[in-house]
């Protein structure tokens, strides 16, 4: 019999490469590869990059010279994969580049570098695919790409417009999920509120009925399954206050992640963001009226050209209003490609940034600290992400895994990764909860 070739495997980036990573490995698997651990002795290296910020760039083409130094062998894909002459100049000998989400032509650089030795008796790949984040949660992709010209992004530059996939192929792969014991899914995309948009919400065949390519509709069926259903990267468009009800009804969980970036209508038009006029603190409090539970998480940038100390004090009256639960904020960084660079705005000083970004940071964690103290006394539903003996790790609702806040559990009994328990909330600080269960 011969031997499996070995592949190891770097990925970078967001969550949706991380989904990218997974169909990539599930692919590598079903052939008959297996993934190494370390470059040193595989047969080649595959680097699924992030090329969004300079930073993650930077971070990606040391990635790249870590595998050819220590394997020599190398597969490049990810975002960066759209510019490989960035590439191409630091690491002249890789083996192979290609653009985001190009699995076709990931697969056919990886068979000429190391042909498969395909064994259908041992090959046998579960259901659901190979999945690289824990047994109990699945990031869930619904489509690529974005049909936004935000000035700040190049990712419709390295991933094309949006395409949406049917309702029914995400719904296939939500089952299987469910099927092998995923407890939480994670929707993700560019543009989750804009799903379906480029299909015109065409319809497809599930089960006895037909579904709309919607994001209310697929919202619907989603919290249908049994499982946390927790939706990312949705734009505060005014069909966003449909899901509102199924937070209040417990089939979608009351969690909203909303990049608004910003608060000043001068900065967020520079920005060029979608619904940018929208009066966004009505719409918080409309969905609030709905569901008083809800929490929000968001993300802001602080130094974006032509941002004056009035647009940010703006932006910290914003914040005391809206009361968003969870916030994390970036410094504006220069990208190559960003049209922001273009349009003639005076660039903020470096120390200016770095002073707006400690108050913002100030500010933020005083509110969330407020929002958490509300939770004390309650008894919260909790997924156990780490358990240990009779203390555990886990998360409410309110909180997705890697970004958010945790809650620190001592329980009278083992608990295990994936369980859901009762947990009395007994304190807080602005990030973390701490209970017991019973």
């Not at 290296?45 to 910020?53: I, P, Q």
């Not at 004090?313 to 809206?322: G, H």
Request: one cysteine or more.
């Amino acid at each position: 019999m011969s031997v499996a070739p070995r592949v190891s495997f770097v990925s970078l980036g967001c969550p949706k490469a991380l989904v990218d990573s997974e169909r990539i490995i599930t692919r590598l698997r079903a052939e008959g590869y297996e993934i190494a651990r370390k470059h040193d002795g595989a047969d080649l290296v595959v680097v699924n990059t992030c090329g969004f910020l300079d930073s993650a760039r930077d971070e990606s083409l040391e990635a790249i010279g870590t595998a050819m130094k220590e394997n020599g062998k190398v597969i490049v894909t990810g975002c960066m994969g759209a510019t490989p002459e960035l590439i191409r100049d630091k690491h002249p000998n890789v083996f192979a580049i290609t653009g985001p989400q190009a699995y076709e032509s990931v697969m056919a650089a990886v068979h000429e570098a190391a042909p498969p030795a395909h064994d259908p008796y041992l090959d046998l790949l579960p259901p659901q695919g190979v999945k690289l984040t824990p047994r109990h949660y699945a990031y869930l992709k619904i489509s690529e790409g974005c049909n936004n010209r935000c000035t700040f992004c190049i990712i419709p530059a390295l991933r094309g417009d949006l395409v949406s996939r049917p309702a029914a192929d995400v719904l296939r792969e939500a089952e299987k999920l469910a099927k092998a014991g995923v407890k939480e899914i994670m929707v993700i995309s560019q543009d989750t509120s804009a799903y379906g948009v480029d299909i015109k919400y065409a319809a497809s065949q599930w089960g006895d009925r037909e579904v709309r390519a919607k994001f209310l509709d697929l919202s619907r069926e989603l919290g249908d399954m049994g499982m946390w259903v927790r939706l990312h990267y949705v734009y505060p468009y005014p069909h966003v206050a449909d899901v509102i009800p199924l937070m209040a009804e417990g089939k979608v969980l009351p969690y909203l992640d909303i990049p608004f970036q910003h608060a000043s209508p001068a900065v967020l038009k520079n920005m060029r963001r979608p619904a940018h006029g929208e009066k966004t603190l009505d719409r918080i409090r409309s969905w609030r009226e709905i569901c008083p539970d809800l929490s929000i998480r968001s993300t802001f940038i602080v130094g974006f050209p032509g941002e004056t100390e009035e647009d940010f004090q703006m932006l910290l009256d914003w914040l005391d209003e809206a009361k968003i639960d969870r916030a994390g904020c970036f410094k504006y960084e220069p990208v190559g490609g960003a049209r922001s660079e273009e349009m003639g705005l005076a660039a903020v000083p470096q120390e200016v940034k770095e002073a707006r970004w400690h108050r913002f940071m100030q500010r933020q964690q005083k509110i969330s600290a407020q929002q958490q103290k509300k939770k004390i006394g309650k008894r919260l539903p909790v997924i156990i992400d780490e358990a240990n003996g009779l203390s555990a790790k886990g998360r409410t609702k309110y909180d997705a895994p890697e970004i958010d806040g945790s809650v620190h559990i001592e329980s009278r009994r083992p608990l295990r990764t994936g369980d859901i328990v009762t947990v009395k909330i007994e304190r807080a600080d602005a990030y973390d909860l701490y209970g017991i269960t019973g």
